[in-house]
């Protein structure tokens, strides 16, 4: 592995790390405000972006180099509505996937053929997660603030089931 790219890996750790604790936020926040299935919803895919975070340092150790831990930013606490909640769950998942995008090109200018399969993982991941979120969306524009289909789609999310491993 290059030092090029095994900086930007151990960045991508931070960057998964970040998703893992700005979800868990959000669910803090869902949770607080009693949509219990929103909240429960988002601890999952907090928990799924704690396993990205270790697919990635598992990598790193198992090229045989150094993982570095980089600092966190504070996720925001506070949103206007678990409907916006959802909003920048997707644009995160957006700015992730051209992260990914960024990394894969990377390790393909460097030649580190390893990483790039390992990345290919990733890319299919960013695919699945963009396509869930968005429909995640979707459902909050079409219920709008209907409380009754707003606690319908809240227990819906709380249905979710646990993702498989990877
Ligand atoms: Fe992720
Ligand atoms: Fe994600």
Redesign the pocket.
Known sequence: MTPKVLEAINRQIAA?FS?SFSYLSMAAWCEHHKFTGAGSWLRRQSA??HA?AMKLFDFVLARDHQVRLHALAEPPADFPSVAEVFERALAQEQE?SRQIDALYELALQEKVFAAMAELQWFIT?QVE?EKTMREVVARFHMVRDDPSSLLDLDRELGARPTAQPS
């Open positions: 998964e998703a799924e972006e990205h992730v991941e997660e």
